[in-house]
């Protein structure tokens, strides 16, 4: 079983009425929070200090980031 994360950005609706901006990491899957002091770049940064941004999905097997063979500029999950 896998998952498919979708591509791009998603808006959520609050219950306050509040719109709140989400950008997926093509990297991790992992739904970012587009505000001040946070933003999908910073949250790559984090990848790149971390090295996490290349690692393999115990579960799956599946090559995820820039080093996956299928994706020579980068996974798309």
Not at 42 to 63: E, V
Request: glycine fraction near 16%; proline fraction near 8%; charged fraction near 15%.
């Amino acid at each position: 079983m896998s998952v498919a994360f979708p591509e791009g950005m998603i808006s959520v609706t609050t219950a306050d009425g509040d719109i709140v901006i989400l950008r997926i990491c093509d990297l991790c899957g992992a739904a970012v929070v587009e505000g001040e002091g946070t933003d999908l770049a910073f949250h790559k940064r984090w990848h790149r200090l971390t090295g996490s941004g290349n690692w393999i999905d115990p579960a799956t097997g599946r090559h995820h980031g820039p080093g996956n063979p299928a994706y020579p500029g980068g996974s798309p999950s």
